[in-house]
């Protein structure tokens, strides 16, 4: 170590850990980079040069998330490995639902003192979502903070890029009473709702290494699922079918992001019982004593995307989401609403 960084390292910041963690996480991001990647890491910025060849009037789609409490969880559990997932997955999805093509990542990792085993994980996961969504992950930022984070605890940020033919971005005006709603199954709670998660947990007594009820795997493997990426398998649909809405479902569930994409003469009518509603969720219903209505309100309930088709389309969209293993239902339709008092997402029980 340097002469210079010894008063830093005193007042709690390694630069040569720091340092380190770069020479770590190389290979692993060198392993999500595209062709448009001009830059290595280190730089004050990330350089990227889209291919601009197949677009006629490209429009940028940008989105910034985190992954809320559920990083709570991945330090009790000392599982990192996923929890990078989520980052990307949060982002990637959200600009997915206008149509984009995810083409670089950014991620920022916040804690007190740098675990260089643990950021690897954490580093090492944000490159395995980004590989899943084809997508670079160009840069990022480790900051550490002494005394500002709990002991082997971290913050997550994520930023992601995508982009999009102008005539082509996807925000539901087109819709139209009698189009079909297909729902793709989530991978769990995904990453919201998990301060509610937690309680539930703490009042269960349960512990990570324990069984989930109702399932063969452990409490960390199911409450750490990472949340599923959506970009491959949509992508390909947009090439040959029009979609005219989506959405991803996140905090808020049912009610508060669909009416994000959905005309204000439409509702949407869900049919509750469509899709199988899996043991996480039955159990933080029991658990947490809350009606349908609540957890509809709260998390995703086995659907983490929604896709909006004319009706003609909607057997095919689902055959071809079955053939590249996603599982996908029709849950529901759109219909006139009569009155603005009118909610915009009715579920049938």
């Known amino acids: 170590m340097s002469h210079r960084s010894k008063a830093y390292q005193q007042a709690g910041v390694d630069i ?42 490209p429009v940028l ?20 490995d996923t929890i990078g997932i989520d980052l990307v997955a949060m982002n990637v999805n959200d600009i997915l639902v206008q149509g984009a093509r995810p083409m670089f990542f950014l991620d920022y990792f916040a804690t007190g003192k740098l675990d260089l085993e643990q950021a690897e994980q954490v580093v090492s996961g944000i490159a395995a979502g980004c590989k899943e969504a084809g997508c670079a992950l160009l840069g990022g930022e480790t900051a550490e903070m002494p005394d500002f984070y709990a ?24 819709s139209s009473s009698g189009d079909q709603v297909i729902g793709l199954a989530s991978s769990g709670f995904h990453s919201n709702g998990y301060s509610l998660v937690r309680k539930a947990l703490a009042e269960s007594g349960l512990q990570g290494q324990d069984t ?11 409450l750490l699922s990472p949340t599923k990426i959506y970009v491959k398998p949509v ?36 049919q509750f019982g469509s899709w199988p509603v899996a043991q996480d969720f039955l159990w933080i219903k029991q658990t947490a004593r809350l009606s349908w209505e609540e957890m509809h309100q709260i998390f995703n309930v086995g659907i983490g995307f929604l896709l909006i088709v004319d009706k003609e ?18 849950i529901g339709e759109l ?13 049938v029980f």
Request: hydrophobic letters at 40%; charged letters at 25%.
């Open 16 to 57: 040569e850990a720091g340092n380190q963690l770069v020479s770590r996480i190389k290979k692993a991001i060198a392993s999500t980079h595209t062709k448009g990647v001009v830059s290595d890491i280190g730089g004050f910025g990330g350089l990227f040069k889209p291919d601009m060849s197949q677009f006629n009037d």
């Open 61 to 80: 789609v940008a989105s910034t998330d985190g992954v809320g409490t559920k990083l709570k969880l991945a330090c009790a559990f000392q599982r990192h």
């Open 151 to 174: 002991p082997g605890e971290y913050d997550l940020a994520g930023f992601c890029v995508g982009i999009v033919e102008d005539t082509k971005i996807i925000d539901g005006s087109g």
């Open 212 to 222: 989930f009820p109702g399932t063969q795997s452990s409490v960390a493997d199911v």
């Open 235 to 270: 992508l390909n649909l947009l090439r040959d079918l029009p979609i005219k809405g989506m959405v991803h479902v996140t905090g808020g569930g049912f009610y508060d992001n669909i009416p994000r994409i959905i005309p204000r003469q439409l509702l949407v009518s869900i």
């Open 313 to 330: 389309h909607a057997e095919e969209v689902i055959s071809r989401l079955n053939a590249q293993n996603y599982d996908a239902w029709l």
């Open 335 to 347: 219909r006139e609403r009569i009155g603005r008092d009118e909610e915009q997402v009715q579920i």
